[in-house]
């Protein structure tokens, strides 16, 4: 009887072990996917269409390629703009899903140019690959490893210095990473400008924020939907956070630095509210 007993109390604690370590292998963060959500975009033949390949651009900047310590023990890059004097402002540009290309590095002169004694750090989120063709556009952004870039921001961040203050700006898979930098940032956080970035959907998520966001999305944008940008600003409110959204009459992408038509109407207000508020931010 006592034998009958011990057998099955034995195979439910072999069944129980290997659940408990199926659990723990499904549960592991460590190496995981990119939690901003961009990601399960990248093999919809629709969102490859609304990003028109970056068209050819000959940049010869002033700024330089940095590199920087990250905390997984690797090194982080940036392509970097720094003011003749001294500052503790800084703005981190963060790049669409074609990667650290020329078009973001010209698009961080200007903001650089516009603003008043600010150091500028366009992030590579990719470590050195960047494309012109969507396909390959989708493989880097699925990529995406959510310790390996949130190591890239804090290293910037580090970068920066403890004494800094931290604006950030991002578009498309940039957007939604605007958006985690500057929650990163905690109380350096001063700006955060995100263009139809995926949000986070928590209030958990957001609390360490205390940047000031303005949300830029489009009406016609199938992915970052006006809904989800609706819900995202009432989640802001919720949560006591300082929110602007401004919704223009425009498809995703239409404000993208690599997008060809990028200098149309609805860009060029959006690119320039972006502007006033950092000026006013930093």
């Not at 009958?4 to 460590?30: Q, R, W, Y």
């Not at 750090?121 to 556009?137: F, Q, R, V, W």
Request: charged share 25%.
């Amino acid at each position: 009887m006592l034998r009958s007993l011990i057998l099955p109390a034995m195979a439910l604690g072999l069944l129980f072990t290997s659940c408990v370590n199926f659990e723990k292998k499904g549960g592991d963060t460590t190496g995981s996917a990119d939690s901003t959500g961009m990601a399960q975009f990248a093999d919809d033949e629709k969102f490859k269409d609304a990003h028109e390949s970056p068209a050819e651009l000959k940049f010869e900047g002033k700024g330089e390629m940095i590199q920087f310590p990250t905390p997984d023990g690797q090194q982080g890059s940036a392509y970097a703009l720094m003011p003749a004097g001294e500052t503790k402002d800084y703005l981190l540009v963060i790049h669409e899903w074609w990667g650290l290309n020329d078009h973001i590095k010209a698009e961080a002169e200007r903001l650089f140019d516009g603003l008043d004694n600010v150091a500028v750090l366009a992030l590579d989120m990719y470590d050195g690959k960047s494309t012109s063709n969507p396909d390959e556009a989708g493989k880097l952004m699925q990529s995406v490893k959510e310790e390996r870039a949130r190591a890239i921001i804090q290293g910037a961040l580090n970068k920066a210095g403890k004494d800094a203050r931290i604006a950030t700006i991002g578009w498309c898979f940039g957007g939604g990473w605007s958006l985690n930098s500057s929650i990163m940032a905690g109380e350096q956080g001063v700006a955060c400008v995100m263009y139809y970035g995926m949000p986070v959907k928590t209030a958990k998520e957001l609390a360490p924020l205390k940047a000031p966001i303005l949300g830029i999305f489009a009406k016609q944008d199938g992915w970052i939907t006006p809904e989800v940008a609706q819900e995202f600003e009432n989640l802001a409110k919720a949560s006591g956070k300082s929110i602007g959204i401004e919704m223009f009459d425009a498809n995703h992408a239409f404000a993208n630095p690599s997008n060809p038509n990028f200098n149309s109407e609805a860009a060029q207000q959006a690119n320039q509210d972006a502007l006033a508020f950092l000026k006013e931010k930093l």
